[in-house]
């Protein structure tokens, strides 16, 4: 092997083990940091409803609403935001001309350099007071479908999940957006202009050659933009009113917490290494959670591939 190869080779190589052992680090510090909160913990921290950490020498805290608010925010986020990037992406790809596909791609693109503070107070200052009576006349019309139910915070319409979720996915757009676009115009021209020459439609050839072909592509992007909706902090620390005495009751009418916005919310507490080291717990859950859709996304793409 010649000596730049070799070089380059134990270049390459520590970098990928610089990466895992810095996670592997990361993942050992936070249960260190956790452990001492957990023993002085009163209540059960994977099913308690409760968050009281403010006085160190009787912690009671439980994950359970800052798990299921996470994850049904981010889940709604993900409903409304891959349909629309999958309908986005195609356009710019398959329909739009390039001389309008270009100028608006990099449009989609720039929505991904709006700060997240800018996306929350646009959401509880503009969007949330429009959004409002759609949420209402949901609620009033199927109250009596759970998802539609009335929430923790009625008669509040606005710092609620579903207006958490909206603006989310508006955030999510450029990234599976991005991504997908990438994959699609990487379809191999022989397979579009020979469905072409055998007399396909447009739609026919998006469904027979194109959707095949990016599919594996598209739903990984869908899991990095979920990802990110998990991790997401400020935007949702702004828009999601959190109710005392309060649990969530599975409508995207309540309001709540998620790990993140929880956490930032709360960082007055962290001069007391008991009082952080619940938050650092919480923190763990999310690091484990977010490798976890990692791992099921990639599970899904290697299926995609092998098929």
């Keep these: 092997m010649r000596p730049g190869d070799r070089i380059f080779k134990n270049l390459t190589t520590g970098a990928g083990v610089f990466v895992v052992a810095l996670i592997g680090l990361i993942g050992i510090f936070l249960i260190v940091q956790a452990i001492p909160a957990l023993k002085a913990n009163e209540l059960n921290f994977l099913t308690a409803r409760i968050w009281q950490t403010g006085d160190p020498n009787h912690l009671r805290f439980g994950i359970l609403d800052l798990l299921l608010v996470t994850i049904y925010t981010s889940l709604l986020a993900l409903l409304i935001a891959m349909p629309i990037s999958l309908g986005i992406a195609l356009f710019l790809t398959q329909y739009a001309p390039r001389r309008l596909a270009r100028p608006f791609a990099y449009v989609v693109d720039l929505l991904a350099a ?24 949901l609620n009033k019309n199927l109250g009596f479908i759970p998802i539609f ?53 447009r739609w026919e050839v998006i469904r027979t050659t194109v959707l095949p072909f990016g599919k594996s592509g598209y739903i990984g992007a869908s899991m990095l933009g979920l990802g990110r909706a998990l991790g997401e902090t400020i935007a949702l620390t702004v828009i999601l009113y959190i109710p005392a005495g309060k649990t969530f009751g599975w409508s995207l009418n309540d309001g709540g917490a998620t790990f993140a916005s929880q956490i930032a919310a709360n960082y007055a507490e962290f001069n007391n290494p008991k009082s952080a080291g619940a938050y650092i717990a919480s923190g763990l859950v999310l690091f484990v959670l977010t490798f976890a859709v990692n791992l099921a996304g990639r599970s899904i793409i290697g299926e995609r591939k092998a098929d």
């Design 114 to 137: 709006v700060p997240s503070i800018i996306f929350g107070l646009w959401g509880i200052l503009v969007f949330a007071p429009k959004l409002a009576p759609i949420a209402e006349w």
């Design 149 to 201: 139910g009335t929430g923790n915070v009625y008669p509040n319409f606005q710092g609620t999940i579903f207006t958490a979720g909206v603006v989310l996915a508006v955030m999510l757009l450029p990234i599976i957006t991005s991504l997908s676009r990438e994959v699609f115009e990487r379809t191999p021209t022989a397979q579009i202009e020979g469905a072409l020459a055998l007399g396909a439609t």
